[in-house]
């Protein structure tokens, strides 16, 4: 559990974020209504609400505000508007253990019930004022760049690790970035705490994406509750896999030779092998940790309290997951 979540007021704040949600696309038509609330019904952790409510906490440690409940609200439906189109893309049947909306009701109501998302975001983000409002624009922006960086060099053997760093600073990062200053502009905090608030958000973001993919490649089929080296099987070669064929040798080469299309079961339990046991991951590890080390270094021109140590924690608490060390070569306790 991320340390965010111990904060004094943080279960009834986020109860009122899930209420919030709720209203937010609750509309006059009821068909509209059922399929814009469909992933909203199906839960969720909720991080970029929590990480404006705890922008807006920092040196005070007291309830939200409504207004840091709505620029929480405006990320979130950003981002399940961005899952909704994901979906379509991805083609997948399954999100947060229900039916994806595209596989309920198709494709063409699922790409507009994103737009409506977005739309709704946006509606939100205009009444915090108009800074708030070009902020979340711009975003919306990053998280296409990111998306439309990434899939540019789908099955690209050859892709560059800054392709990748650039792709997940706009689709993953970038919104945590957002929320975090959202909240700290809402609160009224000096410039230098807004801005500090954003650089922690971008790491945080950094930190979460490489996590993921690299679990994607070290955790169980069980584990993950999908098959382990899925972004490979999909063309999506993150950096334990990048940096494994950018060392070269008998390993690296045969992972060329296989990587570049999709993989049958076979393959991909081969290059899931040659991925786990050639450093790769040992490499994306250190790169999550001096990304922690970012965090850490925004945090101290943050005011003290009880929300900037939970915010400190909550990016080192990433690594602290144990199926990142599998077959990994740096000690736990150096990474934590």
Request: aromatic share 4%.
């Amino acid at each position: 559990m991320s340390p965010l979540l111990s904060l004094p007021f943080m279960e009834n704040d986020r109860q009122r974020v899930e209420k919030a949600l709720v209203a937010s696309v609750t509309t006059n038509d009821a068909y509209m209504t059922e399929i814009a609330s469909h992933l909203i019904s199906a839960g969720g952790k909720r991080l970029r609400p929590i990480f404006a409510i705890a922008g807006s906490q920092v040196g005070n440690d007291l309830v939200a505000t409504d207004e840091a409940i709505a620029g929480g609200v405006s990320c979130e439906l950003v981002h399940l508007g961005s899952l909704y189109h994901d979906d379509v893309m991805d083609e997948s049947d399954m999100r947060r253990g229900v039916e994806t909306v595209n596989a309920k009701w198709g494709n063409l109501q699922a790409i507009l019930a994103g737009d409506l998302l977005l739309a709704k975001a946006s509606e939100i983000a205009a009444s915090l004022g108009t800074e708030v409002a070009a902020l979340l624009a711009r975003t919306i922006g990053h998280l296409c760049e990111g998306q439309i960086e990434e899939l540019r060099h789908t099955y690209n053997v050859e892709r560059t690790v800054d392709s990748y760093l650039d792709s997940i600073d706009g689709k993953t990062a970038a919104l945590y970035s957002t929320a975090a200053r959202i909240g700290g502009l809402v609160a009224g905090h000096d410039r230098a705490v807004v801005d500090a608030l954003t650089a922690y958000g971008t790491a945080y973001g950094m930190v979460f994406q490489i996590v993921d993919d690299v679990l994607d490649l070290t955790a169980t089929d069980e584990e993950l509750g999908k098959p382990a080296g899925n972004d490979m099987k999909e063309g999506v070669y993150t950096l334990p896999v990048l940096h494994t064929l950018a060392k070269g040798g008998k390993d690296a080469d045969t992972l060329k030779s296989i990587l570049g299309k999709p993989l049958t079961v076979e393959e991909r339990d081969t290059v899931l092998k040659i991925v786990r046991t050639n450093g790769g991951v040992d490499v994306a590890i250190e790169k999550a940790r001096a990304y922690v080390a970012d965090a850490e270094r925004a945090c101290d021109a943050l005011p003290t309290g009880i929300t900037s140590d939970a915010m400190r924690a909550a990016t080192a608490a990433l690594l602290a997951t144990p199926h990142l060390f599998w077959n990994c070569k740096t000690p736990l306790l150096h990474l934590a």
